[in-house]
C-alpha cells in the first residue's frame, strides 16, 4: 500500500537492549520525522532527515540514532533502552516544497 | 523558537453541541498553523491548516479554526459535534523560513462526546 508505515507496532524490550523502529514511506518524500508522544507533552521532535544521508538533531536526541541510507526509509535506533524511552513513536515524511507533513500509525513502545 | 498552548486539556461535551478548542502560539518568526487529530490507536491526520489568505478555514468535516494575529490565536470550532469527533486534537507551528520548517505542538485537547 502507498503511504507511510512503521514497524513493529508494538515493541517490548528490556532496559539495555538495542532497539530498532522502521519507517518506510511511498511518496518519494525528501523529508522524515520521527517524534516520540507522552502525555502532557505532545509530540515532540526526536530527529530529522532532509535527504539521504542528511540528518539533524530535534529537540529530544539523546538516547537514540537515525541513518537514512535511503529516501524511503528512515530508522531510529535506540543503542540502550531506559524506561525514560516508553512512548508513542510517530514517523513522518513531507515534500520539501510543501508545508504538510503526513504521519505513520505509531509504534508502541514498552520499555521494562 | 516557538511554542503552543493548548488551554484545555481534556473538554467533554454533549452530542449536537457546539465546541471549541483553544490554541495559542508565540513565535518570533511568521507561521503555518495546523490542528491535527489522532483517533485512538491511529497516527495523526491533517484536519485543517491555515497558510496565508483568508483568516477562516475549515475542514471537510464542518470544522472550523480562525487565525487571529493580534491574539497569535487559531481556536477550532465545530457547530454540532457528533460521537464520532471522539479524539485528540492537536494544534501545531511551523516556521515560514527554513528548509526543514519543523513542527512544534502543543500538549493535546482530548475531545470526548457524550451521548
Known amino acids: 500500500d502507498a503511504g507511510i508505515t512503521q514497524s513493529p507496532r508494538y515493541k517490548i524490550t528490556e532496559t539495555g537492549r538495542q532497539v530498532t523502529l522502521m519507517c518506510h514511506q511511498t511518496?518519494?518524500?525528501?523529508?522524515m520525522f520521527w517524534y516520540r508522544q507522552d502525555l502532557g507533552h505532545g509530540l515532540r521532535l526526536i530527529y530529522y532527515?532532509?535527504?539521504?544521508?542528511?540528518?539533524d538533531k530535534g529537540e529530544v536526541p539523546d538516547g537514540y540514532v537515525v541513518s537514512r541510507s535511503k529516501t524511503e526509509n528512515f530508522p531510529l535506533t535506540l543503542e540502550s533502552a531506559t524506561r525514560s524511552q516508553t512512548s508513542v513513536y510517530f514517523c513522518a515524511s513531507r515534500q520539501g516544497n510543501q508545508e504538510t507533513q503526513y504521519f505513520g500509525p505509531g509504534t508502541r513502545l514498552l520499555v521494562l | 523558537a516557538q511554542s503552543v498552548t493548548q488551554l484545555d486539556s481534556q473538554v467533554p461535551v454533549f452530542e449536537e453541541a457546539p465546541v471549541e478548542l483553544r490554541c495559542n502560539y508565540s513565535?518570533?518568526?511568521?507561521?503555518?498553523l495546523f490542528w491535527y487529530v489522532q483517533y485512538p490507536n491511529q497516527g495523526l491526520q491533517l484536519l485543517l491548516k491555515y497558510l496565508s489568505g483568508s483568516t477562516l478555514v475549515e475542514s471537510i468535516n464542518g470544522f472550523e479554526a480562525e487565525f487571529n494575529k493580534s491574539q497569535t490565536s487559531f481556536h477550532l470550532r465545530k457547530p454540532s459535534v457528533h460521537i464520532s469527533d471522539t479524539a485528540e486534537y492537536f494544534c501545531a507551528v511551523s516556521p515560514y523560513s527554513g528548509s526543514a520548517r519543523q513542527l512544534t505542538f502543543g500538549s493535546g485537547t482530548q475531545l470526548t462526546v457524550l451521548p
Open positions: 532527515s532532509a535527504a539521504a544521508d542528511i540528518t
Open positions: 513565535s518570533s518568526v511568521s507561521v503555518y
Open positions: 511518496w518519494s518524500h525528501s523529508y
